[in-house]
């Protein structure tokens, strides 16, 4: 198990695309690990939003979670987790009242823990069983790793968006000022011929302004 995770944190932590970051994670670890069903959820706006999964449910065409999001500290065993920033195994969903079943669900028992960057939860990893008290204190280890690890590539990938960003907004404010600079000195040209020019009409030297 320790193996496989270090081969997924190599995989993972090597790109820089939050999205591809999930998706590679949700199936690496269901292929390793044969869970029933996987998925991450993400914090936005006081909500766990789940953009990827994998399992028996992911792999129906067109399949979508409902609900796909979950308010934080309300809602579900995953809002519980993101709120408290601790983990939690379920042995059986049906007798803890935060759980909140998606449509189509067999899940049994549940293991859901936090994604932490910067002492701060963004998210959630969780995996869930179709048999009873199905997860223990390994597999709660394992996913706390993994989760880690997850927290350390997104954090990556979003430094590398950030840093895009700004040497974007450079590269535009160089470009501003080459042609700020540019038009400064044509205009100063024009400036320059026009006077000349009205000079030489003064003196009628018409000749000399067809020059200009």
């Not at 792999?59 to 999001?69: N, Y």
């Not at 954090?155 to 840093?163: S, T, V």
Request: glycine letters at 6%.
């Amino acid at each position: 198990q320790f193996r496989v995770i270090t081969e997924v944190s190599q995989h993972i932590t090597s790109i820089l695309d939050i999205n591809e970051i999930l998706n590679q994670l949700v199936k690496l670890v269901q292929q390793t690990f044969s869970y029933y069903h996987i998925e991450i959820g993400l914090i936005e706006d006081n909500e766990v939003v789940y953009y990827v999964g994998a399992g028996e449910l992911w792999e129906k065409p067109g399949f979508q979670a409902h609900p796909d999001r979950l308010k934080v500290g309300k809602d579900g065993i995953t809002g519980w987790v993101s709120a408290s920033g601790k983990p939690l195994i379920v042995p059986d969903v049906s007798k803890d009242s935060r759980y909140v079943q998606i449509e189509g669900c067999r899940t049994q028992s549940e293991l859901a823990v936090p994604i932490i960057t910067n002492r701060q939860v963004i998210g959630v990893l969780d995996v869930e069983s179709d048999h009873l008290d199905d997860f223990d204190e390994t597999d709660l280890e394992v996913m706390l790793l993994l989760a880690n690890q997850a927290g350390i590539a997104i954090e990556n990938a979003r430094l590398y968006k950030n840093a895009k960003k700004v040497a974007a907004l450079e590269e535009r404010q160089r470009l501003a000022r080459e042609l700020h600079d540019s038009v400064t000195q044509s205009l100063y040209g024009i400036t320059l011929y026009s006077q000349a020019a009205a000079g030489h009409l003064a003196m009628e030297h018409y000749e000399q302004v067809d020059k200009y």
